[in-house]
Structure formats: C-alpha cells, structure tokens
C-alpha cells in the first residue's frame, strides 16, 4: 500500500496536546504533515528525512510540534503540543521522492487527512 494512512486527529482545549500517526511504506522517503484549515490553502506543517536526521517545521508550529519516525513500523509522528484555537485543520500525511526533502519539495503520496479541532 503507497497511500499514507493517518490516525489520531481528534478535538483538544487549546493548551492540549495531541499526536498524529501515519503508516508509510517506503522506508527510504522522506515524510511530511500539512494541513487544510476551512476556506484556506493546504500548507507545509513538518518534514523529516528518511533516516530521521534532518528535519523541517514551518514557523508557526516551530518549537510546539516535533515529527518523528519508526522506520521497522513504517509510522511517522506528529507530536503537537501547546495547541491554539489556528492549528484546528484537517492534517494530511505525505510521502515524497526524495530521501531528504525541504518545506518546499512537493509529495508523491497522500493520504486522507485526520480533522485536528482546538476549542478555546
């Protein structure tokens, strides 16, 4: 299976935390989040290189959310801490080509999107 599937979006206070889970085939491919808010274009979230070494975060979620990978699970994470009312979006989990990509390289693979929703 190519397509990303996600898992773990769900509704938080904000100040909450929640995690995202996505199962990835293609362990030598970089993965990423983005995500959708309502009347608004999708936008970068995270990326991380396929050996976990290098990483990628958007300014607005810079020092709040972490991504990580297990490789032997074929999962990405998406740890989102300290959550505010203009994270509430739907998140999507993305594959791409390449084995290091930035926040400006485009995915090959996505997947469904997980609704993420911060009540304030």
């Known amino acids: 299976q190519v397509q990303p599937v996600e898992s773990g979006g769900g509704l938080v206070q904000a100040g909450g935390s929640l995690r995202l889970s996505c199962v990835a085939s293609g362990r030598t491919f970089s993965l990423g989040w983005f995500r959708q808010a309502p009347g608004k274009e999708r936008e970068f979230v995270a990326a991380i290189s396929w050996t976990g070494g290098s990483t990628y975060y958007a300014d607005s979620v810079r020092g709040r959310f972490t991504i990580s990978r297990d490789n032997a699970k074929n999962t990405v994470y998406l740890q989102m801490n300290s959550l505010k009312p203009e994270d509430t979006a739907v998140y999507y989990c993305?594959?791409?080509?390449?084995?290091?990509?930035?926040?400006?390289?485009?995915?090959?693979?996505w997947g469904q999107g997980t609704q993420v929703t911060v009540s304030s």
């Open positions: 993305a594959r791409y080509r390449y084995a290091v990509a930035t926040s400006t390289s485009i995915p090959d693979y």
